[in-house]
C-alpha cells in the first residue's frame, strides 16, 4: 500500500470508527492502553537492544541511579553514595525497604550479579569493566566498585539510557549474559504478567503494591515513579491505519511511534494530543554485517556509503516537511558537543555512478545480500526499502526478506553466513541521547564478537574510545571525537541516515505524560 493510499485508508476507517459508542468505563479507567512502537518478544533487558524490551524493563525494574532531564545522574535505587580513594572507590547504599515482585528483599548481592551481567553485554559497562579491580558486596544495603584508575562516569555508565543497569534477582543476575532470561522479576513500579503475554498479540503489567517511589519530583528518568494506575495493556496493532482509528475512537489511550502520515488526521481531533515526547531526535542507522561477504569488505561498506543520500530516507519515514527531519553526516549527535563532519566526505558523496565504480573497483562478485526488514514497523521497514533500491541499483544481489520485529530481533544475533540462515544488512534507530558520547554510542563500538550484532573489528577506534575517557579538557576530547568520526568514516562500522522527529499521540484524558530520553508509563494517571 502506498503512502498516500494508507493515509486515505486511515480516514476512512476513522470516519466508521466515530460512529461506534465508546467503551465502558470501570476497568478501561484504570487501564493504560498502549500501541506500542514494535511486537514485545524478548524480556530480557540486557541479552538486546531492542527498544520495545527496554520500555517493558523500565516497567519491570529499577536501577541504582537514573538520568535527569539533563542527563546527570542521580540517586534512584540507591540512598547515594560516596567517592573515595581519589576516586578510585564507589560505595551505593540502598534505599531501606526494597523489594522484589516476588516479595524477596532487594540486596546488595543482587545488584553486583545485574550489574556483572549487564556489564557483558553493554558497551559502556565493557569500558567500565576494563577499569574495575573488584564489585563486592559490603552488606546487604552497601556495595562498592574498587577500581584500578579513577573513572568518574561510573554513575552515568550504572543509570544512562538506553541500556542502564536494570536490577534483578541474584539467580537471574547468574544467568550467562548470552543467554536468554525467559522470565521478568523486578523490584520496578510494575509487574509483568506473564500468563496474559501473547506475542504478537499483547503484554500486560499490573501496579506493583509493594513498590515504595522516591520523595524527590519526576525529572527525566529520575525522581518518583509512581504507578498510578491499576494496569498497563500493550495491544500489538501492526495496520497504521486501525492504529489510528483506535486512537479516535477512544479504544486506545496512547501511540508511542504513530506514523507520520497519518498525524493531520489524529492532530484535527480535539481528543488527541500529538506530541514530540521523546527529548531527543531518532537517528536512521543502517548496520552491516562485517563477518562474511561481501561486508567484511570494508571497500564495498565505503561504496554503499557513497551512495547514501540521507534525504532518501528521512522523506520515505517522516514525508516532505523540512522541520519534521535533518540531514546529520556524522556519528555523533547533531547539536552535541562532539558534533563533527570531520572526514566524512565518504557520507555526502551521494553519487550512484561514483558509487558503482567504486563497488565494482572493491571487487564485488555478486554475493548474495540478505536485507531483514521489519513489515510490522513502519518507521524501519521504510529505511529498509530505501536501502534495497539502493544496493540493487549499485548492483548488487538482494534478497529482501520482510518479517515482523520480533523476528528481526532474535534471527539479528545469529553470526551464520546469509547460506544458514544468517543475515547482511538490517535498521534501526537510536536516540540521540544515545550517540553523543564515545562510550555510550553502540553503534560505534568496534570490538569484534563483543561488538554489537555485526562485530565490527577496528582497534583503532576502541584506541580512541579508551582515549577519549582519559581526555584532560574539552579540547581534547573534541579533538579525539573528531578523529572517531574520520576513522569510522574509513571502516565504516555502521550508516548514519540521519535523523527525524518522533512525536507520540494519547488522548486528553491521561494527565502526567512527561518528555524523557526513553518511553515510560509511571505517574501516569486518567482524569
Known amino acids: 500500500m502506498s503512502r498516500r493510499n494508507m493515509l486515505g485508508a486511515g480516514a476512512a476507517l476513522a470516519g466508521v470508527a466515530l460512529a461506534r459508542p465508546g467503551l465502558a468505563q470501570g476497568a478501561a479507567a484504570r487501564t493504560l492502553r498502549v500501541v506500542p512502537q514494535a511486537n514485545l518478544t524478548s524480556l530480557d533487558p540486557f541479552w538486546t537492544t531492542a527498544v520495545v524490551t527496554l520500555n517493558h524493563g523500565y516497567l519491570v525494574y529499577d536501577t541504582l541511579t537514573a538520568v535527569d532531564s539533563r542527563n546527570q545522574p542521580r540517586p534512584q535505587m540507591a540512598e547515594g553514595w560516596v567517592v573515595e580513594d581519589d576516586g578510585r572507590s564507589w560505595t551505593f547504599t540502598l534505599r531501606p525497604g526494597l523489594k522484589f515482585h516476588d516479595g524477596e528483599a532487594v540486596r546488595a548481592k543482587d545488584c553486583v550479579a545485574s550489574i556483572t551481567r549487564w556489564a557483558r553485554r553493554d558497551a559502556f559497562g565493557q569500558v567500565l569493566w576494563m577499569s574495575l579491580d573488584e564489585l563486592s558486596a559490603l ?25 542502564p543497569a536494570f536490577i534483578m534477582p541474584e539467580r537471574l543476575g547468574q544467568v550467562d549474559a548470552f543467554t536468554q532470561i525467559r522470565e521478568a522479576i523486578g523490584s520496578g513500579p510494575y509487574r509483568f504478567l506473564a500468563d496474559e503475554w501473547n506475542p504478537g498479540q499483547k503484554s500486560v503489567w499490573e501496579k506493583f503494591a509493594g513498590y515504595v517511589p522516591r520523595d524527590d519530583a519526576p525529572d527525566g528518568l529520575a525522581g518518583a515513579k509512581r504507578p498510578l494506575l491499576d494496569r498497563v495493556e500493550w495491544t500489538v496493532i501492526s495496520d497504521p491505519a486501525v492504529a489510528s482509528s ?30 514530540q515526547r521523546l527529548s ?65 566526505e565518504v557520507l555526502k558523496t551521494r553519487n550512484l555512478e561514483r558509487a558503482q565504480a567504486a563497488m565494482k573497483e572493491a571487487g564485488y562478485a555478486g554475493e548474495k545480500v540478505v536485507l531483514l526488514a521489519p513489515g510490522d514497523y513502519p518507521q524501519i521497514n521504510a529505511l529498509s526499502l530505501v536501502t534495497a533500491d539502493l544496493l540493487r541499483r ?23 553466513p546469509v547460506e544458514k540462515g544468517g543475515w547482511s544488512v538490517f535498521h534501526t534507530t537510536s536516540l540521540g541521547t544515545s550517540l553523543n558520547l564515545p562510550p555510550i554510542h553502540l553503534m560505534l563500538r568496534a570490538n569484534g564478537k563483543d561488538a554489537w550484532f555485526g562485530w565490527p573489528d577496528d582497534p583503532e577506534i576502541e584506541r580512541l574510545r579508551a582515549a577519549w575517557l582519559r581526555a584532560g579538557d574539552p579540547a581534547e576530547a573534541k579533538r579525539i571525537g573528531d578523529a572517531l568520526n574520520e576513522r569510522a568514516m574509513q571502516t565504516i562500522p555502521y550508516v548514519p541516515l540521519g535523523y527525524y522527529w518522533q512525536p507520540s499521540a494519547w488522548r486528553r484524558t491521561l494527565r502526567g505524560v512527561q518528555r524523557s530520553p526513553s518511553t515510560v508509563f509511571w505517574n501516569i494517571e486518567k482524569a
Open 246 to 275: 483506535a486512537m479516535l475512537t477512544g479504544e486506545q489511550d496512547y501511540w508511542e511511534y504513530p506514523l507520520h502520515d497519518l498525524l493531520p488526521l489524529l492532530k484535527r481531533n480535539r481528543d488527541v494530543v500529538v506530541e
Open 280 to 344: 531527543e531526535g531518532t537517528y536512521g542507522c543502517l548496520r552491516l554485517n562485517h563477518l562474511h561477504p561481501p561486508f567484511d569488505n570494508p571497500a564495498i561498506r565505503r561504496a554503499v556509503a557513497m551512495a547514501v543520500d540521507q534525504r532518501d530516507y528521512l522523506r520515505a519515514v517522516a514525508g516532505e516537511a523540512p522541520e519534521a527531519w535533518g540531514e546529520c553526516p556524522g556519528v555523533f549527535t547533531c547539536g552535541s558537543a562532539l558534533e563533527t563532519e570531520q572526514g566524512s
Open 139 to 163: 552488606d546487604d544495603r552497601r556495595l562498592r566498585f574498587r577500581l584500578k584508575q579513577p573513572f568518574p562516569y561510573l554513575a552515568l555508565a550504572l543509570g544512562k539510557s538506553p541500556s
Open 394 to 416: 549499485l548492483g548488487m544481489n538482494v534478497e529482501f526478506v520482510s518479517v515482523d520485529w520480533g523476528t528481526l530481533v532474535q534471527r539479528r544475533a545469529s553470526r551464520e
